[in-house]
C-alpha cells in the first residue's frame, strides 16, 4: 500500500454544509468539503438554520492562526461553539474555554503547573502499568471494540487519577462525556440539541441533563477537598485562589469540572481511535514503527495532525475587520476549522497522506500559539506515545471486523465504534 490516500472527487462549492451533523458520519465527506473551501472560499458565508445567524469558516491554516493569536479582535467570550446564547446564559455557561485576557490567564494558572511537561511526566510509571492491563484484557479477546475496550478506557483512567476519582467511578465519566459532546447524535444524546426539548437545558453546557449529574458529582468531590491541602486538580481548584484575586464562585467550579471531564477524555479517546484506524489502513507505517518504535515520539505529531478530534472552535469579532481577504462585520461569528488547517496544501506536503516520519509537522490540533492553546497537550501527546510503544510490540496484525461508526457531530471529529480482530505477535 502507498502512502498517498486515493484521489478524491472534487466537491461543488454549493454542495458544502458545515451545519449538517449527518455530514460528518462519513468519514470522507468532511475532507472534501474542507478541500473545496480551502480551494474555492477559504473564509465562506455558511448560512445556519434558524435560530443561528450564520457564519464565517476559516479554513486555511494561516487565517486559523491569525485569529486564533488575536483575541482582541476575535474574542472568545460570547461562546466558542456555533449555538447563539444570550448574555445572561452566557455568564451562566462561562468556563476557561469563554474567557480571554486577564481572568483566561489566572483560570490556567490555576491547574497550568500540573500539565506542564515535566508533571505529567511523572505518570509516565503509572500510564505504562495502566497501558499493560488495559491491552491484557482487550487483546486476550482477539477480537472486540476498540474504542471501548481501549480508546475510552485508557485516558479516562488517567483523567481519574488526576482527579482524585476513584476507579469504579470511570464508567460514569466516559458515559458523561459521550453524553454532553454527543449533544447532536442520537446514540449518545439525552436530549437532542436544537430540539424544543433542548429549551428546558438552555442554562447547562451543551444544554444536556447530563451536566446536572456532573456538576452534582464535582461538588461531592469539592465538599470533601475544601481545606483538605490535597494535591489533585479538585483540591487545587477548591484551595488555590486565582492569581487576579476572583475567586471561584461555585457555578465557576461546576463549568471548571466538567470542562475538565470532558477534555480530558473525548479528545484523546478519538485521537486514539483514529491514529488505530490509520495504522489499520497503512499497514507499512504501522509495520514502520514496530520495527524502529524510536520513530514513535515523533509520529504523535502526525497523528495528532491526522485525527484532529476537534473539528473547531468559534470566535466572534469585537470590529469590523478583515481575514483572508473577507470584510467581517462586528458581532459576527468566525469559525476556526481546525481539522481543515490540519490538511492545508499549502503547509503540508501531500496533507492526505498518513505519515509517521513526516516532518515538520505544525498541526493545529492543539491551537497554534495564542491564549486557548490546548492545556493538556503534554498529557494527550504522552498518553498516545505510550500507548502505541506498548500496543505496537504485541501486534502480528490488527484488521477491521466492521467500518468505524462516527459521532454525528460537526464539533468532535469523533469514532463511536471500531470492531478490530488482532493477531499477537
Known amino acids: 500500500m502507498t502512502l498517498t490516500s486515493p484521489a478524491r472527487k472534487p466537491l461543488p462549492l454549493d454542495a458544502v454544509d458545515l451545519t449538517d451533523h449527518d455530514n460528518f458520519t462519513d468519514g470522507e465527506l468532511p475532507w472534501r468539503m474542507f478541500d473545496t473551501l480551502r480551494r474555492e472560499d477559504p473564509v465562506h458565508w455558511q448560512p445556519e438554520p434558524a435560530p443561528g445567524s450564520g457564519f464565517w469558516a476559516v479554513t486555511r491554516h494561516a487565517d486559523i ?189 461546576d463549568n471548571y469540572f466538567l470542562l475538565l471531564v470532558v477534555a480530558g477524555n473525548e479528545t484523546t479517546r478519538h485521537a486514539i481511535t483514529h491514529t488505530v484506524l490509520a495504522l489499520i489502513d497503512h499497514p507499512d507505517q504501522r509495520e514502520r514503527l514496530r520495527r524502529n518504535p524510536s520513530l514513535i515520539p515523533g509520529a504523535v505529531e502526525e497523528f495528532l495532525r491526522w485525527s484532529s478530534p476537534v473539528h473547531h472552535f468559534r470566535r466572534t469579532a469585537t470590529r469590523d475587520t478583515e481575514l483572508g481577504g473577507r470584510r467581517i462585520s462586528r458581532g459576527e461569528k468566525v469559525v476556526l476549522w481546525f481539522s481543515s488547517g490540519n490538511r492545508d496544501e499549502t503547509v503540508f506536503d501531500a496533507p492526505h497522506r498518513f505519515d509517521v516520519t513526516r516532518t515538520p509537522n505544525d498541526h493545529l490540533t492543539f491551537g497554534k500559539g495564542g491564549p486557548h492553546f490546548c492545556l493538556g497537550s503534554s498529557l494527550a501527546r504522552l498518553e498516545l506515545r505510550v500507548l502505541f510503544e506498548e500496543l505496537l510490540p504485541r501486534l502480528s496484525d490488527i484488521r477491521r471486523t466492521s467500518e468505524p461508526r462516527y459521532v454525528r457531530s460537526n464539533f468532535v471529529n469523533g469514532v463511536k465504534e471500531l470492531g478490530v480482530e488482532v493477531t499477537l505477535a
Open 65 to 253: 492562526v491569525r485569529a486564533g493569536r488575536d483575541p482582541e479582535t476575535f474574542t472568545s467570550t460570547e461562546f466558542t461553539n456555533l449555538e447563539e446564547v444570550d448574555a445572561e446564559h452566557r455568564e451562566i455557561r462561562r468556563s476557561l474555554l469563554e474567557t480571554d485576557g486577564p481572568r483566561h490567564r489566572a483560570l490556567r494558572r490555576l491547574l497550568q503547573q500540573r500539565f506542564t511537561p515535566r508533571a505529567v511526566a511523572t505518570y509516565e510509571v503509572f500510564l505504562r502499568g495502566l497501558t499493560a492491563r488495559t491491552l491484557d484484557a482487550a487483546l486476550a479477546k482477539g477480537s472486540f471494540d476498540f474504542v471501548r475496550e481501549i480508546a475510552a478506557d485508557f485516558p479516562i483512567n488517567v483523567l481519574a487519577r488526576m482527579l482524585g476519582v476513584p476507579e469504579h467511578d470511570t464508567r460514569r465519566l466516559i458515559d458523561w462525556g459521550s453524553r454532553l459532546i454527543g449533544n447532536t447524535d442520537p446514540d449518545y444524546a439525552d436530549v437532542l440539541l436544537g430540539t424544543e426539548a433542548s429549551e428546558r437545558y438552555r442554562d447547562l453546557p451543551f444544554r444536556s441533563p447530563a451536566a446536572l449529574e456532573v456538576f452534582a458529582y464535582g461538588r461531592e468531590l469539592a465538599a470533601r477537598r475544601k481545606g483538605a491541602g490535597g494535591g489533585d486538580l479538585v483540591s487545587r481548584l477548591v484551595n488555590q485562589p486565582p492569581s487576579d484575586g476572583v475567586p471561584l464562585s461555585s457555578r465557576d467550579f
